[in-house]
């Protein structure tokens, strides 16, 4: 069902992850995916996936939610661990010898480690997007693209449509079940048939679904103009991004954890 | 009469397992009987958009069983699209699901879908249009050019020309002025008198529903508040108010009359009926007087 897309998905809480700086929890998440490049050797790995760990235990996620979120992006971990498993070379004797495939040790110790690497990545993305709302992210990411504003490089417009884009999605996925719903009810038939009998079965559903959206945007203009919206200029807020003496603590927390994770690179040998 | 429709012990929960787990139907059992007029009305949240999207099988309860004309959707090897042929459902705000080029062609998409032949969908769209009053010069403009109550006639009738044996209708006049409202009921009866199908009516209108249905189901928190015929329903008016529902005006005027010490009968609930009530009390009174 489209309920499980968890792209986005909010799991509200009241851990100190959620109540976090933003600002603080997306640089921490760049970081820590660049530490996940930076450290791609088995130690690097296994404690960046612990320190994952505890920070899902902190924030009180069931474990079930990271499998959802990872279950998405399962074919094409398998993929690219099958590519590697098969096309990376390495000295000595191959493991396995099969007409014109060899697999070698250090193949499957690749395809291991990009497996994990991957599966770290999202975890790691997810876990932002469980505890920060769209809205508050999106205002993280204004504040922290302001010095780009004196470029002339529009950020409150690109924040305001990540906004209007993200609040609505929830709204259109709703939409979306609404039609298909009142579609079933009249038997369409969405889940059989052919590829192309499937095809002209979107045709109910998109068309209604795209009449509502336009709907929807015109009536938010005119909502926005309606309360004088005109943008960046002079706007204040109504809640301020703060960064309090608790987020220094969980800075200092996070920087000596992914600082640590990044100098294995110099002890244990990993991919290049 | 036999029973069109059963719910044994139903129970459907939004989201499951998470934190915003919320129960929107707490183990709910009553039956229909073929050839009903129900009302089902409601405070918003109580569970009734919820409750009627089971009888064609687009929420699978959590726990419980539904049946319809004796048999259970969620049986193994059931065949679900039979069901939604057999049981119409028409969504809120239905007119926002119009796709085709034509009235006639978004009519004919439930009973294209059925697998009829041509000539027998023509022959429907036709019969369906004339029970909601759509003219041929409408049948063959686009849904997009019609006014909101002629788009909701087209939703309705879309669903009627799959000629089910039951029909929900979730808050059909529901945006419209009085008189497409009133159109719209009356068109609904008149189907309902005329083809003699269950129907299924959902309304925040306690009007509508003493004008229209012959049973109402009363929904409050999750479950079932009251099931019985409009009569026994609207006698226990202070009931109702006290469930935060509005009762007709013609009703409340009658129970503020009881209150005030009147013999008047409580289960008033039409105009003609109220005018009647009011004749014989009238009558009683002075007979009673020239006893005196």
Redesign the interface.
């Known amino acids: 069902m489209l309920k499980d897309i968890t792209i986005g998905q909010h799991?509200?809480?009241h851990s100190i992850l959620h109540r976090c700086d933003p600002r603080l929890k997306l640089v921490a998440t760049i970081a820590y995916i660049i530490v996940l490049f930076v450290a791609p050797n088995p130690l690097g790995l296994a404690l960046s996936i612990a320190l994952l760990a505890a920070l899902y235990k902190i924030a009180q996620i069931p474990g079930k939610m990271i499998l959802k979120s990872l279950k998405p992006i399962v074919p094409i971990v398998i993929f690219t661990a099958v590519l590697n498993l098969f096309f990376v070379t390495g000295q000595g004797e191959p493991l396995v010898h099969f007409w014109v495939l060899n697999i070698y040790a250090e193949g499957v110790k690749y395809a291991i480690l990009l497996a994990v690497r991957v599966c770290a990545l999202i975890a790691g993305t997810s876990l932002l997007t469980y505890t920060t709302s769209p809205i508050v992210l999106t205002d993280a990411i204004e504040s922290l693209l302001r010095p780009l504003a004196k470029l002339h490089f529009p950020v409150h417009e690109l924040a305001m449509m990540m906004t209007i884009a993200l609040r609505f999605i929830p709204t259109l996925i709703e939409e979306t079940e609404?039609?298909m719903?009142?579609?079933?009810?009249?038997?369409?038939?969405l889940d059989s048939g052919t590829f192309t009998q499937r095809i002209k079965a979107l045709?109910?559903i998109l068309?209604?679904l795209f009449?509502?959206a336009f709907r929807r945007a015109d009536e938010l203009a005119m909502a926005m103009e309606c309360r004088c919206y005109h943008g960046g200029e002079g706007r204040t807020r109504l809640k301020q991004l703060k960064f309090t003496a608790e987020d220094f603590r969980c800075l200092v927390v996070i920087t000596v954890a992914l600082v640590v994770i990044a100098c294995t690179r110099f002890f244990v040998p990993g991919l290049v | 009469m036999s029973e069109i429709i059963r719910v044994e012990n139903l129970s459907y929960i939004y989201n499951p397992g998470m934190?915003?787990a919320t129960t929107a139907l707490d183990n709910i059992s009553f039956s229909v009987e073929e050839g009903d007029f129900v009302g089902i009305i409601g405070s918003t949240g109580s569970g009734k958009s919820t409750l009627i999207?089971h009888f064609?099988g687009?929420n699978r309860p959590t726990s419980g069983r539904v049946l319809v004309d004796g048999k259970d959707l969620w049986e193994q090897g059931a065949d679900l699209?039979s069901f939604?042929?057999l049981v119409?459902?028409?969504?809120q705000y239905?007119e926002?699901?119009?796709?085709e080029e034509t009235c006639a062609k978004d009519i004919a998409?439930?009973p294209r879908?059925?697998g009829l032949d041509e000539a027998e969908v023509q022959r429907r769209v036709k019969e369906a249009a004339a029970f909601v009053g759509l003219t041929d010069e409408l049948l063959e403009k686009s849904p997009?050019e019609l006014s909101g109550g002629q788009k909701r006639r087209v939703a309705i009738a879309?669903?009627m020309a799959?000629h089910p044996r039951v029909l929900v209708l979730d808050e059909p006049a529901a945006g419209l002025d009085p008189e497409g409202r009133d159109t719209i009921l009356s068109q609904i009866k008149d189907y309902h008198e005329k083809t003699g199908i269950t129907v299924l009516l959902v309304s925040h209108s306690m009007e509508d529903i003493a004008k229209y249905a012959n049973r109402v189901l009363v929904m409050h928190r999750a479950g079932i508040a009251m099931y019985d015929t409009v009569e026994n329903v609207f006698a226990r008016a202070e009931d109702l108010l006290q469930l935060g529902l509005s009762v007709p005006q013609v009703t409340q005027i009658f129970l503020k009359l009881r209150q005030m010490g009147l013999d008047i009968p409580a289960d008033v609930y039409t105009i003609p009926y109220a005018v009647k009530a009011i004749q014989k009390a009238l009558a009683a009174k002075q007979g009673g007087g020239a006893d005196a």
């Open positions: 799991f509200p809480g609404k039609i719903n009142a579609q079933k009810a009249r038997g369409a038939m045709v109910p068309i209604p009449i509502s | 934190p915003d999207s064609n687009l699209r939604r042929f119409g459902l028409v969504m239905p926002y699901q119009l796709f998409y439930g879908n059925m997009f879309g669903v799959m």
